[in-house]
Nanobody, 123 residues
Framework: VQLQASGGGPVQAGGSLRLSCANSRRTISNNGMAWFRQAPGKEREFVAGISYRGDTIKYADAVKGRFTISRDNAKSTVYLQMNALEPEDTAAYFC?????????????????WGQGTQVTVSS
């Protein structure tokens, strides 16, 4: 598994970004996927997760209603659409492949991670 995350960058508060995470080595169509984020000096935290078919989705309370996770199994890619960004969303964002068809909110349950893409929201 080799995950490549992209789409981060600087943005003003209220703006939008779309993160992508592509798996270049094998299909992820049978695996749950998740996005986590980590701000400096803080623990890595769950942002959103999606099951292998996309029919089970969960968001952290902090992003509910603003972020949307989706996936395209034909492209082995998972997306995170982030709207109404706030300075508190500033962090490095990581995608992760679950070893099962669903996902966990605990980062300890993931073996494969993307390299992270930085999102910086200015006020």
């Amino acid at each position: 598994v080799q995950l490549q995350a992209s789409g981060g960058g600087p943005v003003q508060a209220g703006g939008s970004l779309r993160l992508s995470c592509a798996n270049s080595r094998r299909t992820i169509s049978n695996n749950g996927m998740a996005w986590f984020r980590q701000a400096p000096g803080k623990e890595r935290e769950f942002v959103a997760g999606i099951s292998y078919r996309g029919d089970t989705i969960k968001y952290a309370d902090a992003v509910k209603g603003r972020f949307t996770i989706s996936r395209d199994n034909a492209k082995s890619t998972v997306y995170l659409q982030m709207n109404a960004l706030e300075p508190e969303d500033t962090a490095a964002y990581f995608c992760a492949v679950s070893l099962s068809s669903y996902f966990s909110t605990d980062s300890k349950n993931y073996r494969y991670w993307g390299q992270g893409t930085q999102v910086t929201v200015s006020s």
